[in-house]
């Protein structure tokens, strides 16, 4: 949890301000997961910051939703390319992923 905080806090995820009058902001929970390795066990444990966002209105609390992910033919075009050039490719954890974070 504490490595979650500190992430968010680096990253500027949020500014604290005192919420409009009449307005009730929408309410967060913790997310705890055991992460196992190939034989079962425990390696990691994991803690997400998540927001209630089932309590959220169209039109009210957002306009648009967007969510972006790779296509899988974007991933067989690159993974074609590195065979055929006979090219490393490397796998990469990311542990903290942001929208909009300075890279």
């Given at each position: 949890?504490?490595?979650?905080?500190?992430?968010?806090?680096?990253?500027?995820?949020?500014?604290?301000?005192?919420?409009?009058?009449?307005?009730?902001?929408?309410g967060n929970k913790w997310v705890f997961k055991r992460k196992?390795?190939?034989?079962?066990?425990?390696?990691?444990?994991?803690?997400r910051l998540v927001a209630k966002g089932y309590r959220q209105?169209?039109?009210?609390?957002?306009?648009?939703?967007?969510?972006?992910?790779?296509?899988?033919?974007?991933?067989r075009i690159l993974l074609a390319i590195v065979a055929y050039?006979?090219?490393?490719?490397?796998?990469?954890?990311?542990?903290?992923?942001?929208?909009?974070?300075?890279?």
């Amino acid at each position: 949890m504490k490595s979650e905080m500190d992430s968010m806090y680096a990253n500027q995820v949020w500014t604290l301000v005192d919420p409009p009058e009449g307005i009730v902001p929408i309410g967060n929970k913790w997310v705890f997961k055991r992460k196992k390795g190939s034989d079962g066990k425990v390696e990691t444990y994991k803690a997400r910051l998540v927001a209630k966002g089932y309590r959220q209105r169209e039109g009210i609390d957002y306009e648009e939703t967007f969510s972006p992910v790779a296509m899988i033919k974007s991933i067989r075009i690159l993974l074609a390319i590195v065979a055929y050039y006979d090219y490393e490719i490397w796998q990469m954890d990311v542990k903290m992923a942001f929208l909009n974070g300075h890279l």
